[in-house]
């Protein structure tokens, strides 16, 4: 029904949360799944369970902070499919301090991995989806980009950063028939959002304030992320460029 299969979909950091839950939500739908993550391990593990289903997913070890991981696995793509259709990039870290806490150490890392890695993964996949004259890319920004919470200063940073590249990149990439989009995931059930509450200093406290923020009064399920991603992919979304979805149980709405 959403016109996928077959499709070949590259999702970065799929070995787990949201971007785990939507290989399977591609997967379901008939696309050929690539499970791309810096823990091999896991990507093997999903890829396995995937076509274990009987559906059709292929694993590679990818590090979205280095170019030469990214060219590479572009290129395994390329030799074994010949095409890139969608492009979900996902991949992050997350590093909880205060401003005058975290270290240029960290700072760093969270911009190699969430705002570098977006650059790097849309950039490769980019050169390929050009030739074709087709493809969707949908990058996980986060409502961080738009709304914060204390402690998360660096973190939104780079949602932010990835909120404002992903503008300019529908830009470059219209005349080629790609369309870019971000999904802005709310607090969704996974170990990024686990950590969060874990990490702070009344975890108990810090996720009854999290759960009371939330008009729908719940976390959204990796699930109901992906099926969003699944729209922007879509031929539903086809004049939809430039621009996010958040789901969020409404957050945003608050202002
Ligand atoms: N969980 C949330 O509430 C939430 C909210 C808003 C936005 N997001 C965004 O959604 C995306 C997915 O988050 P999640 O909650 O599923 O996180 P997660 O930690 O559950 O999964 C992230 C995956 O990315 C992989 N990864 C980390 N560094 C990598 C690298 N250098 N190269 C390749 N893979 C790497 C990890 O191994 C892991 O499998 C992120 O971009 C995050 O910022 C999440």
Redesign the pocket.
């Known amino acids: 029904m959403w016109g996928v299969k077959d499709k070949v979909v590259i999702i ?10 939507t290989a399977d939500v591609f997967a379901a739908e008939g696309a050929v799944v690539v499970v ?4 091999g391990a ?2 093997e593990k999903a890829a396995g369970e995937i076509t274990a289903a009987g559906r059709k997913a292929f694993a590679v070890q ?5 170019s030469s ?1 990214v060219q590479k696995m572009v290129e395994a793509v390329v030799a074994r499919y010949q095409r890139i259709d969608i492009l979900h990039a ?5 590093i909880n301090k205060e401003a005058t806490e975290i270290t240029e150490q960290e700072w760093d890392l969270l911009h ?3 705002l570098k ?1 977006v650059f790097l993964t849309c950039k490769y996949v980019a050169l390929v989806m050009r030739r074709q004259k087709k493809g969707a890319i949908i ?6 980009a738009l709304v914060t919470y204390p402690n998360c200063s660096a ?1 939104a940073a ?2 932010g950063g ?1 909120l404002a590249y992903m503008r300019g990149l529908a830009l470059d990439l219209a005349k080629d028939g790609i369309r870019v989009n971000c ?11 686990r ?2 509450i874990e990490d702070s200093a009344n975890p108990e406290e810090t996720r009854r304030k999290l759960l009371d923020s939330i008009p729908l009064k719940r ?2 399920t ?1 699930e109901e ?1 992906g099926r969003g991603v699944l729209f922007l992919a879509s031929e539903f979304a086809g004049y939809i460029t430039g621009t996010s979805l958040a789901v ?1 149980g409404g957050i945003l709405a608050q202002g």
């Open positions: 970065t950091g799929a070995g787990n949360g949201i971007g785990r839950a791309a993550d810096v823990d896991a990507a990818c590090d979205v902070s280095q991981s996902n991949a992050a870290v997350q190699s991995v969430n890695g990058i996980s920004s986060s409502g961080h973190y780079t949602k990835e999904i802005i995931p709310g607090a969704t059930d996974t170990r990024l959002v950590g969060y976390l959204a990796p992320v969020d």
